[in-house]
């Protein structure tokens, strides 16, 4: 049925798409002139450029590359893409990989992928200066992938360090539980083998 708003919605306001398959759509209606970004099959996704922490910047703003979403990795690619995000100091991006893996993969392995995910988005909430959410949810992260650990019976997955990684992530917060100021999150990569 063509009721004049279905177009609007599926083309966008101007009947256009940007380079990232976004288009700008108006609401419902068509007519509360709020702008919504949507991919090529209508979803709500948030073209807006972000910063290196993922934070939203302006439209039109020079941000970093965002990492591509839905991207099924081997886990070794997983853990090599996560590890040089984390390093380069964009924990975000790093949780967005993990989160590919989380969603992915195995239904057995969910939790030791999520751990993950919510420790690099602690480091981030770290960064930005979240001290309580950071503190949050790197413990909760570590929690989530020990308990993994412990319920498979694997303590080095794809030879992923988790007593170490959970080591890393209650030290960063207790930091951020005794001094709440932003951390610099290269300085504070783990390294997801060991040793970090």
Known sequence: MDDGQSSDRDRGQDGDADATGAADVTGAAGASGVRRDRDAEGRARNARPRDGLGRPLPYGSAGVERQPEGVRRSPAGTLAEAQQLLDAGRPFHAHEVFEDAWKSGPAAERPLWRGLAQMAVGLTHAARGNARGGARLLRRGARSAADWSTTSGQ????????????????????????DPSPVDPSAWSPTLGGGG
């Open 155 to 178: 303590p080095r997955p794809y030879g992923l360090a988790l007593a170490d990684l959970a080591t890393w992530a209650e030290t960063l917060a207790a930091r951020l539980d005794a």
